[in-house]
């Protein structure tokens, strides 16, 4: 049984691992089994920098061919927002033939049950892991971040999300019984006693359709959701960051086949140029889940029309920062700045709208007026950002066309407090770069409201004047009510503006940060310890990651048997 | 602080049996802390038969006053199906006053947090529990159940399915700590450091519409499920089965004022006759979960239309029965005929469709033709059903008049094996009491199709004859997913077509009970271990109860702060 003997290596390989995700995502201290540092890689059989270039480099102008039934054609074409062509093609699908070989391996998965499942998805993340310097390049070259971040968030951090979820997988599924043995007393009669068995099953095949600028990271929580909890899973990528989520499929099958089951669990869905499979795929019958990141107008199309599936969508939100009052000014300062600029605020969770009072605020510096406040932070992005090599590391590229329309039409939005400005890539002179713009807006006045109340995604920002730390709490609520928001934060002093914004946050359902001065921003969340939403706004309807994210992707089947003939005595 | 002493002492007194709950929902054995034997009433506070019959006839022709804000009028006029008259009235809420009010109370209820909250919901359920002899009259002349039924499914399975929501609820959100230290090691830097603290927060007001058959026990799951996640409860009940949720709201409110919380967190809306409040209800902003039990055309509307909400359904199925062989013919026919007799068939788990090979099947007492099965049958049923008297005790009455003229249009859809037979009740006269019929259709009939892959809600079964076993194993599969089914039934000695119903159940997500022969029956689930329904086919889109049952009723709310300044050394 040479199966087995792979799937109790597996178990045993990664229960440890397992355990510990399981016993921190209770706790929600700081863990992660996935180092972020360079230099951790290139050990125990991982890619070193070097190796993980060249990887590649070696993966472009080729065909990925995966190895999937119903491949029709070979699609692709992926342009790096750093200018250089991947040339890499991928597999088209003919959905009558794929889809069916997916759910022909359905059952043995299913029969496997959850630890089995779970030590699958562990080694796929480990051999992903160990791929991590490869994954990097990968991640910038669709993306557009920058090497580390790209590194860091499309690797270990997304690496971490997705072992996130099997955890979560695992221990709503082992919350079960296998069986049980039912005894009713029933006086002095005999009692009536049942044999029970209880077995999770998949909903069917399972769609992820992922996202241009954070791929592996926004799609492994949904993947591997899915996969852990017995479902076939498709994933189709955004047709400008194909390559990573083809990278993660080609592993999950060589995983899976090693273990002898049908790769075809895990199959990747690449789409011709304006093709749009997704809204075909999504309201296939087969589809029975889909995970979904990107803009709300699409977002909203899935939950209204894939009736037949249950449907996770992490939209756009339109995300908000308190300034009232703070007792380290500089500090704060630094932290907004970041914020702002990093990956060229092209994160679901950069802020958006700076809500200061428009009489000024409280510092350990003495008052600040709104004028003063905006200018400083201005300011402290300029200095971030004065040097080009340092301000690319940070930047990175602005992803698509769009997000450069949008940061060149903010500028008319009103006073710019800081104007964007063109950074030359050291290493990629084709790459568009650029620093983020601030742009004054007023709170009480209603022809601002049309541009704080959208969602810009992107290097833009607005210094929102409002009459008073009661109205930015009232404008705060109001937004996460009508627009979203995947983050809050506010920096203030004054417990009573602290507590009316912390009620905001619980009534509203939205995450928020408080005080952040130092090295942790805004924008980013740590997997077992952190939610990245909360699906109780418009930003997304359901957070990463949470039992609700993972119990409605199985069902319980209960068999039960009388195998004594019951009440024949009576 | 005297409300502290009441929450304590609730907690105190109830902790202990929400352990067990907890206990027993892993382990799936057989428990319950409420008695389903009347004698055990009359004990420790609890009303006995006759305080309950004279506590039930106190509430006849009188006001239901229960203290509501927004009651603009007072409406009822339930008619027990056994012909008596309620004359009952209710208040009738102006929503624009009575849902805010309904609001105003949450932020006290969420900040009390899991465990108070489970033990106020455990201290309505004991309430209750104690007044289970008047609601037992309630049930009984709401839904036409008999009393006996009325007394058991009606008082502690219904309690018991309450209380098992109030554990599902509670075990999903004390998964998490209140708060937590992270501490990100930075290596030879300070580490990175956050306070957090995690709050359940409800998602706002929570719908249930209650249904004429089973008031208390579909309603219990989906109130104490809301109610103990933090959200407020507005109770929309059926406008023939009001009672018995006005009491439950009643009980629910003299708890919550006690224990120093807003009695508005829960409420009922009862309605004008044709007002059709539900359709007004399941579309105002302020709902955000919706439980509902009924007809899958209104399950199938809220699904659809009710979109700012978590919506739960149990709609209809279509329930088979797969007869192919059995080791105890006379246990078999015994078991089906009861099922098909319990409460006129008026349950959504009652079988419809037994599936019977043409050829006959195999039995301890030798093969019997499919004419032989379905005769002894009608014979068993009609053994079962021979005196009026016992036949009432069973049957109870019809619930409506649709009920009574879908039986009537039966016996023309098919050769009719077993005719309904008028039964005249012992003290009801006017109670339309009948026994099923049963009708031979033919599995291989394109024009009997229609009948057997419709609902017939009520006593009429069809027993349908099919060509082998493998085209009852294909039916079956069929009828399950496109039409659902709540419960599947199985008779088969045979390890192979055992394999391949179970196969089929665990593929199209339907509960199974194979080889019922004794006192255990395929309409009837029990709490803490059997499954109601599993959301994974067409007739519920939830399971009482899973853990995706209750994590969505909720979100948690995340607040991080940098209280050292993190990163100011560096």
Redesign the interface.
Known sequence: MAADVTTQALIDRHRPTLDQALAT??????WSPHPE?PKAYGEHGSLDAAAGEAAFEALRSTRLDLGQPGTDDWVGGEVSPYGIELDVSYPHPDLDVLLPAMRAGQ?AW?DAGPEVRAAVCLEILKRISDRTMEFAHAVMHTSGQAFMMAFQAGGPHAQDRGLEAVAYAYA?QA???GS????????RRDP?E?T?H??P?P?GIALVIGCNTFPTWNGYPGLFASLATGNAVLVKPHPRAVLPLALTVRTAREVLTEADFDPNLVALAAERPGEGIAKTLATRPEIRIIDYTGSTEFGDWL??HA?QAQVFTEKAGVNPVVVESTD?YR?MLANLAFSLSLYSGQMCTTPQNLLIPRDGIRTDQGPKTYDEVVADLARGVDSLLGDDTRASALLGALVNPGVRARLEAAAGLGEVALPSRAVTHPDFPDAVVRTPVIVKLDGAEPDDEAAYLSECFGPVSFAVAVDSAAAAVALLRRGIREKGAMTVGAYTTDAEVERAV??V???E????????????YVNQT?AF???HG???NPAANA?LT???FV??RF??????????????N?
């Not at 043995?181 to 029933?186: A, C, F, G, M």
């Not at 359902?509 to 942790?520: E, F, K, P």
């Open positions: 995502i209770r706790t929600r201290a700081y540092h059952p299913r709503e919350r079960l019984p049980a043995r039912w005894s009713k007393p029933q006086g009536l049942l029970k209880f077995t099953v909903r939950e209204t009736r380290d500090g912390e009620e946050c619980l009534e359902a939205a995450q928020l940060s408080l005080n952040l001065t130092g090295g942790v740590a310890s952190d939610f909360s699906g109780g957070a949470d039992a609700a119990a409605n069902r319980v089947i209960e068999v039960r048997r009388d195998d004594r003939g019951n009440g024949k009576e």
